[in-house]
């Protein structure tokens, strides 16, 4: 067996503490399929002595993610902390300096730099892979960086904010409005801390401009996805698309048209027996159209603790193994500009 894959987290919140737990209940899974073990070296969150239900006794404490970033004794840095700027972005171009790896679920963060990340990882001869940041537990990047990969894709389209898909089926299933639905949401920990993120598309936005990427070979543009959210959508709305049988998600499609790339995130009628008219609460649904394969149509959950730190797994163990997929399925350095 080859050496100890060594790695260090940051940000022990609902994604971090997820890796924590999947490493310590499936550690001999995780050996028997990497050929090696995996050893977590060290950690970084905020604040070193809050309770979190896990014993972090045995493991370096780091106040500050630069640091630990840099640190002599890991070769990959997860970063789990979120944020479109630093300290997530310096934290990530440090390690990706210092040689190591890195696995993030940060899609905000790849929205706005994921192109120059994935040059700087090319250069430094490393992999930058964020399996986590487009719809949680649903291996979407690995399908189309991999399993697609000979394919030319014609369309993609899906649901890809779980927040979004409860409040409209719940708004919908219980006649309730949409202020209603919404606090309920919150209550459930469903929004993120600013939650025009996931009500006004952006975070959704976000993940469809990674998954156009790749596709399609272009350098990530998120300013050119048009978003809209479903802030507006009443009551009355529903009721109308339900009598004519259909349902209203907030929907994305990424797709050429004679006017060029087309990115739109918005909320639009679907028929009510098609997949997606039928995907409820808060699960996501991506369909991926290749000339090849055909459609693929991926359902599963977008987020939470078990789905998301699942998909931080597959990115270790890929990395272990020492597969070398380019971080958007080809050089960053070919990805053709959008909007010259
Ligand atoms: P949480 O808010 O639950 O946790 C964030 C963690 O980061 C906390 O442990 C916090 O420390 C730590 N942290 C925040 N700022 C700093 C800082 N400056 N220095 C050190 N540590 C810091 O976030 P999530 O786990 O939900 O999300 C993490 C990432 O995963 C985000 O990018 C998010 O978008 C992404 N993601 C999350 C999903 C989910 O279902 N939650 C799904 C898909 C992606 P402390 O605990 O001490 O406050
Ligand atoms: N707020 C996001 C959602 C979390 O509801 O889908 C996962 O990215």
Request: hydrophobic share 40%; glycine share 10%.
């Amino acid at each position: 067996m080859s050496s100890i894959l060594k790695i260090g987290i940051a940000g022990l919140g609902t994604v971090g503490l997820g890796v924590l737990k999947i490493l310590s209940s499936h550690s001999e899974l995780i050996t028997s399929r990497s050929g090696r073990s995996i050893e977590l070296k060290a950690i970084s969150a905020r604040s070193k002595s809050k309770n979190r239900g896990v014993s972090l006794d045995d493991l370096a404490w780091e106040s500050n993610i630069i640091d630990l970033a840099k640190r002599s004794d890991i070769d990959v840095f997860i970063e789990l902390i979120g944020g479109d700027d630093d300290p997530a972005k310096e934290a990530v171009e440090t390690a990706l300096k210092s040689g190591k790896h890195v696995i993030t679920a940060n899609k905000a963060l790849l929205a706005k730099h994921g192109q120059e990340l994935a040059e700087l990882a090319e250069k430094n001869n490393v992999s930058l892979k964020f399996e986590a940041a487009v719809a949680g537990g649903i291996p979407a990047i690995k399908t189309l960086t991999e399993s697609l990969a000979g394919n030319k894709i014609n369309k993609i389209m899906g649901v890809m904010n779980g927040t979004c898909n409860y409040i409209l089926t719940r708004m919908e299933n219980s006649n309730l409005a949409y202020e209603t639905v919404f606090n309920e949401a919150q209550k459930l920990g469903y929004l993120e801390a600013d939650p025009t993120l996931d009500v006004g598309g952006i975070d959704a936005g976000h993940k469809l401009a990674i998954l156009t990427s790749i596709a399609f070979g272009t350098q990530i543009d998120f300013a050119a996805v048009d978003k809209q959210g479903i802030e507006l959508i009443s009551v009355q709305d529903i009721e109308q698309t339900r009598e004519m049988g259909y349902r209203i998600k907030l929907l994305g499609v990424s797709q050429i048209t004679d006017e060029g790339l087309e990115q739109r995130m918005q909320p639009c009628l679907v028929s009510a027996t098609s997949p997606i008219g039928q995907l409820e609460n808060a699960m996501n649904m991506i369909i991926f159209d290749g000339d090849n394969s055909g459609q693929v149509i991926l359902r599963g959950a977008g987020a939470g603790e078990g789905p998301t730190s699942s998909a931080v797994m597959s990115d270790i163990i890929d990395i272990a193994r020492g597969n070398k997929v380019p971080t958007f399925g080809q050089s960053a350095t070919s990805l053709i500009k959008m909007n010259p």
